[in-house]
């Protein structure tokens, strides 16, 4: 079992960045990965990662966006640069034990209760 809490969140104007945070409490999970959800749109995988440093992005944030993780720490962090205003959503963290760095909501167990991001042009 592990608890994931996000942090980071905040409100921003186009152009900048935030980095948001994911501590896991209990044994972290191999396979991690950001989702993001806005009002009326479905959930949507942003990035992910294995415990190897394996890593993949959703197109909409690649080279804009970067995964890393913190073993000693048992966090996961998201850097965002270069925000827009269509990245608002709900940020949520996820784990998993199996599946591979899949972007698919449905491959993962384990959910943050999420923390908001809001750009503004």
């Known amino acids: 079992q592990v608890r994931l809490v996000e942090s980071g969140g905040g409100s921003v104007q186009a152009g900048g960045s935030l980095r948001l945070s994911c501590a896991a409490f209990g044994y972290m999970p191999y396979y991690m990965a950001w989702f993001r959800q806005a009002p009326g749109k479905q959930r949507e995988g942003v990035a992910a990662?294995?415990?190897?440093?394996?890593?993949s992005y959703a197109d909409s944030v690649e080279g804009r966006f970067t995964i890393s993780q913190d073993n000693a720490k048992s966090t996961l962090y998201l850097q965002m640069n270069s925000l827009k205003p269509e990245d608002s959503a709900m940020y949520y963290c996820?784990?998993?034990?199996?599946?591979?760095?899949?972007?698919?909501?449905?491959?993962?167990?384990?959910w943050g209760q999420g923390t908001q991001v809001t750009v503004s042009s």
């Open positions: 996820a784990g998993s034990w199996a599946g591979g760095t899949s972007l698919l909501s449905l491959r993962y167990n384990a």
């Open positions: 990662l294995d415990s190897d440093g394996r890593k």
